[in-house]
C-alpha cells in the first residue's frame, strides 16, 4: 500500500495503517529528537509524545502527502518545547552524548560540531539538522519549517557562518 493509501486508512480509524506509517518514519523521527535533546531517553520522550499528537491530531491532515513533512513538525515542535521545559528546570543529572561512530577522531568531531550548535538559534538549528543530518533538500526543509525557500536558504547561511566562527574558537 502506498504511504498516501495508508493515511487515508488511519484517518478512517485503521490503527494498524498508523502503525505502518509510524514503523517507515520512526527512525527519522528518533534522530531529529536525538539532535535537539541529546539524550536517548528525552528523544524516546519527544517521539513518544509526537506519535500521539500525530494520531489524536490525523484527521486535521489535509494533504495525505504531505504526511512526512507533518510529522517531522511535530517532532520539532515536540522537541524544541522539551528542551524549552528543561532550560526552565535545573538538571543536575549529566547529559548522555555517547557518539555512534567507532573512530575517536570523529566522535571528538560530532561532539565538537553538538557543542558548536548551541550557539545558533531555533530556525539555524531547525535547518542544520535537516539539511545535514537528515539530507532534506532546503525545499522540503521550507515546508516542513513553513518559510520561503529563500528564508530557509538565509538561515542556512547564518548557521554555517556561525558554526565557522564557533568551530575557529574551539580549534584555533
Not at 27 to 51: F, H, M, P, Q, T
Request: net charge positive; proline share 3%; glycine share 2%.
Amino acid at each position: 500500500m502506498k504511504a498516501s493509501e495508508l493515511v487515508h486508512s488511519a484517518q478512517r480509524g485503521d490503527a494498524e495503517a498508523f502503525g505502518e506509517l509510524m514503523k517507515a518514519c520512526q527512525e527519522k523521527c528518533y534522530r531529529i529528537a536525538y539532535s535537539y535533546v541529546k539524550n536517548r531517553e528525552d528523544a524516546l520522550d519527544v517521539v513518544g509524545e509526537s506519535v500521539c499528537k500525530a494520531y489524536v491530531n490525523l484527521r486535521t491532515l489535509k494533504n495525505p502527502e504531505y504526511f512526512n513533512t507533518w510529522l517531522i513538525r511535530i517532532v520539532i515542535n515536540e522537541a524544541v518545547n522539551h528542551v524549552n521545559k528543561s532550560r526552565r528546570v535545573a538538571r543536575t543529572a549529566s547529559v548522555n552524548r555517547a557518539p555512534v561512530q567507532q573512530d575517536v577522531t570523529q566522535a571528538i568531531e560530532a561532539i565538537d560540531l553538538h557543542e558548536a550548535m548551541h550557539c545558533l538559534n531555533q530556525n539555524q538549528k531547525t535547518v542544520i539538522i535537516l539539511k545535514y543530518f537528515e539530507d532534506l533538500p532546503l525545499t522540503q526543509i521550507a515546508d516542513i519549517m513553513q518559510r520561503p525557500v529563500g528564508t530557509v536558504k538565509t538561515y542556512l547561511h547564518g548557521a554555517l557562518q556561525a558554526l565557522r566562527l564557533e568551530v575557529k574558537e574551539v580549534i584555533p
